[in-house]
C-alpha cells in the first residue's frame, strides 16, 4: 500500500478540526493534536497574543474562546511539505469577523505546533489591491476638493476641531510602521516625536551606525526597500527613508513635538494626553494610546563614586556624538555589547586609545555566518528567489513557539561554532569573555529574554583580539577619579572620555516618567519571556511580556522591537486598535498577570 502523502495527511487533519471546531466538539479538537503541542494565537480566538502548550490549556482556550470565534472554512493552501517525520503547511480559515491564515506541523498525523493568525476584518478591509482607493474624481463637482486640500484640512483638524482616535508617543521605526497601519486601516492617529525631523532618532546616533541586520529582514510594511538598497543600511539613509515614508503614507507626524504628562480619565473612558508642539501647549484626548519609545526604554547609566569628580567626559552611548572630537584621548568604554564595540571601533578609527571594559560574558556572532546560517533560509536573496517573501518568512519564524524556539536555533549556532572556531579562539586568547546563552541557543533568544548581552560582528572583534582595542574583562568599576579609573582588582586606567554602553531599561519606565510609577508598575516589566535565564526571571509566559498586546491598564499599549519585529507586529497591534474603534466585541483571554514590575 502507498503512504499518504503529506498533503493528504494535512488535508485531512484541517477537514477534521474544521468539522471538530463546527460542532464544538472541543474534546474531539484536542484529540488532534499530540501530547506534546503547541498553539500560538494572534488575535483569532483570544484577542491576544497568547501561546498555549500542552492539550489541557489548549482545551482551556478553547472552552473560553470558542462561542465568539466561531471558526470556519479551514482551507489548505497549496501544497504541504514533508521535513523528516514532520508535515508542514499554510492554511486559511475565517472567525466570525476575520479572515485568517495559519501554519502547521504534524507528527505522525497529529498537531505539534499551529499558528493561527489575523489577517484581515471582514467589514472593514484596508483599502488596497481591489479596494484601491480611485484617487481621481470623475464628474463635475462644485464642492470638490482636491487631495492636498484634504490633507492640509486633516493636518488643520486632528487634533484641535477633532480628536484622534489613538496617540502614538514615539516617532522613530515603530511609531511610524504603526502610524501607517493605522492610517490604512481608517483609524485617526497622531504620532508625537520630540526630535525635528522624522528619521532623527536615526541621524543623531553616532555616525558609525549601521544596520546589523540584513535588508530582507528590515522591511518596513506596505513599502518594501528597493532591489538596490544596500544589505546593511547607514544610519542617515535609514533616517531618509524613514522620513520619505512618513511622507508618502500620509501620517500625521507630529514632530518638535514632547509628551509633558498624560492620564487616563476613567469617567470619559479616554486618555488625557499634553504635549508641548513648537512651544505650544496642546491637550489630545484619544481612547488609546500607544507607547512607541523604543524596545530598550529608558537608557541604563550607572553611578559609581567619584564620578562627579571626573573631569573629562562622560556620556550614555546613546548620547554619543562619534570619535571626531577624540582623536588622541584616551577612551573607556564601559560594556561590551553592540554598542560598545561600533563605538570602540569607530573610535580607534580615528586614532584614539580604546579601552574596552567588559564585566560580563558576551555572545558574539560572525554577521556572514548569521546571515548564512541563521537569517538566509527565511531571509536572503535566494530565499526571496524561492518565492519566500517576507511576510510570509515572518509567519514561518512566528509559527515556532517560543518554547521549542532554543531546539530549532542551537544547531545553527553549534554551526557557527564549528565554521568560527579559530574566530572565537583568538578572542578568548585576548581574554574576551564569550557565552552562547545559558542554554547554547545563540542571539535571537539572548534577544527575546533580555534585549542584550550580544554583538553582531561587523569587524570590531578583530581589534579587541589584535589588542588594538584594549580589553580588561572581568573587573569592574571601583571609583572614578578625576582623570582616570580605578578597576576592582586595584589597578587604574587613564580616561579622558568615559561612555557608558550599558544598555537601557524596560519600557514601562517611560510609562512612569510620563504617565505614573502607579501605572508603570501595574503594566509591569515589558519584554522578555520569564525563561528563568540571566536577566529574565520567571516564571514562564510563552510571549514577549506586554508587547503589541493589551496590557493590565486599559487602552495602554507598547509597540517596539527591531524592524522585522516591528513590521510584523504593528499589523495585529492596528487590527486591535482597529476593532475597538468599531465597537466589535474583543473578549481578551489569557491577559498576562504581571511578576515584575522592571
Excluded at 301 to 321: L, N
Excluded at 337 to 347: C, E, T
Excluded at 442 to 471: H, M, N, P, Q, T
Excluded at 494 to 503: N, S
Aim: hydrophobic fraction near 35%; charged fraction near 20%; charge should be negative.
Amino acid at each position: 500500500m502507498t503512504q499518504p502523502t503529506a498533503t493528504a495527511i494535512v488535508q485531512a487533519w484541517l477537514t477534521n478540526v474544521d468539522a471538530a471546531l463546527q460542532a464544538k466538539n472541543i474534546q474531539q479538537v484536542v484529540s488532534l493534536f499530540g501530547d506534546e503541542c503547541y498553539w500560538r494565537d494572534f488575535l483569532t480566538f483570544t484577542w491576544n497574543l497568547k501561546t498555549c502548550e500542552g492539550k489541557d490549556e489548549i482545551q482551556a482556550m478553547l472552552n473560553a474562546t470558542l462561542d465568539n470565534a466561531r471558526p470556519s472554512n479551514w482551507q489548505l493552501e497549496g501544497e504541504a511539505t514533508q521535513n523528516g517525520d514532520i508535515a508542514e503547511a499554510w492554511f486559511t480559515f475565517e472567525t466570525a469577523v476575520a479572515s485568517g491564515k495559519g501554519y502547521l506541523r504534524l507528527k505522525e498525523g497529529k498537531c505539534w505546533t499551529l499558528l493561527t493568525t489575523m489577517q484581515s476584518l471582514h467589514d472593514f478591509p484596508e483599502p488596497r489591491n481591489h479596494n484601491r482607493p480611485k484617487g481621481a474624481e470623475h464628474g463635475a463637482n462644485k464642492q470638490r476638493e482636491t487631495w492636498l486640500e484634504a490633507r492640509q484640512r486633516e493636518e488643520a483638524e486632528l487634533g484641535y476641531t477633532q480628536q484622534p482616535y489613538c496617540v502614538i508617543i514615539g516617532g522613530g521605526q515603530g511609531g511610524i510602521g504603526l502610524g501607517a497601519r493605522l492610517k490604512q486601516m481608517g483609524v485617526p492617529t497622531i504620532i508625537i516625536e520630540r526630535n525635528e525631523r522624522a528619521g532623527d532618532s536615526w541621524r543623531n546616533r553616532y555616525k558609525s551606525l549601521c544596520l546589523h541586520d540584513p535588508v530582507w529582514y528590515d522591511h518596513l510594511p506596505y513599502i518594501p526597500f528597493p532591489e538596490n538598497w544596500p544589505v546593511f543600511a547607514p544610519k542617515d539613509k535609514v533616517g531618509d527613508w524613514l522620513e520619505m515614508y512618513t511622507k508618502v503614507m500620509e501620517l500625521n507626524y507630529w514632530s518638535s513635538t514632547e509628551c509633558q504628562n498624560a492620564y487616563f480619565d476613567e469617567t470619559a473612558g479616554e486618555w488625557v494626553v499634553n504635549v508641548k508642539r513648537n512651544g505650544e501647549a496642546i491637550t489630545l484626548r484619544p481612547k488609546q494610546l500607544v507607547m512607541a519609545t523604543g524596545m530598550s526604554g529608558m537608557p541604563n547609566v550607572p553611578t559609581f563614586t567619584g564620578a562627579e569628580s571626573f573631569e573629562g567626559e562622560q556620556q550614555h552611548s546613546s548620547q554619543h556624538p562619534g570619535p571626531d572630537a577624540y582623536t588622541g584621548k584616551k577612551c573607556v568604554i564601559v560594556g561590551s555589547n553592540n554598542s560598545a564595540h561600533d563605538i570602540a571601533a569607530a573610535l580607534w578609527e580615528h586614532d584614539a586609545d580604546v579601552t574596552m571594559l567588559q564585566r560580563s560574558s558576551t555572545h558574539i556572532v560572525k554577521s556572514d555566518s548569521l546571515m548564512e546560517e541563521v537569517l538566509g533560509p527565511l531571509y536572503s536573496e535566494e530565499a526571496v528567489a524561492s518565492g519566500l517573501t517576507h511576510d510570509k518568512a515572518d509567519l514561518i519564524f512566528a509559527s515556532i513557539p517560543y518554547k521549542v524556539l532554543p531546539d530549532f536555533q542551537r544547531p545553527a549556532f553549534e554551526a557557527i561554532k564549528q565554521r568560527d572556531a579559530e574566530f572565537y579562539q583568538k578572542l578568548e586568547d585576548a581574554g574576551f569573555m564569550l557565552d552562547f546563552g545559558d542554554d547554547d541557543s545563540g542571539l535571537f533568544l539572548k534577544y527575546l529574554r533580555r534585549g542584550s548581552g550580544y554583538y553582531i560582528d561587523v569587524g570590531a572583534c578583530d581589534l579587541v583580539a589584535s589588542g588594538d582595542i584594549k580589553l580588561r574583562s572581568g573587573v569592574g568599576i571601583e571609583r572614578i577619579n578625576p582623570h582616570s579609573i580605578t578597576l576592582t582588582d586595584g589597578s587604574e586606567l587613564a580616561a579622558d572620555l568615559i561612555v557608558y554602553a550599558t544598555g537601557y531599561g524596560s519600557m514601562n519606565g517611560w510609562a512612569a516618567r510620563l504617565i505614573s510609577q502607579e501605572v508603570a508598575d501595574k503594566v509591569g516589566k515589558c519584554w522578555g519571556l520569564g525563561s528563568d535565564t540571566t536577566k529574565d526571571p520567571g516564571p514562564w509566559e510563552g510571549e514577549l511580556s506586554n508587547m503589541w498586546k493589551p496590557t493590565q491598564q486599559e487602552a495602554l499599549w507598547f509597540h517596539g522591537g527591531n524592524l522585522h519585529q516591528s513590521r510584523h507586529y504593528s499589523h495585529y497591534l492596528a487590527l486591535q486598535l482597529k476593532a475597538r474603534m468599531e465597537g466589535l466585541a474583543t473578549p481578551v483571554y489569557g491577559l498576562q498577570p504581571v511578576h515584575h514590575t522592571s
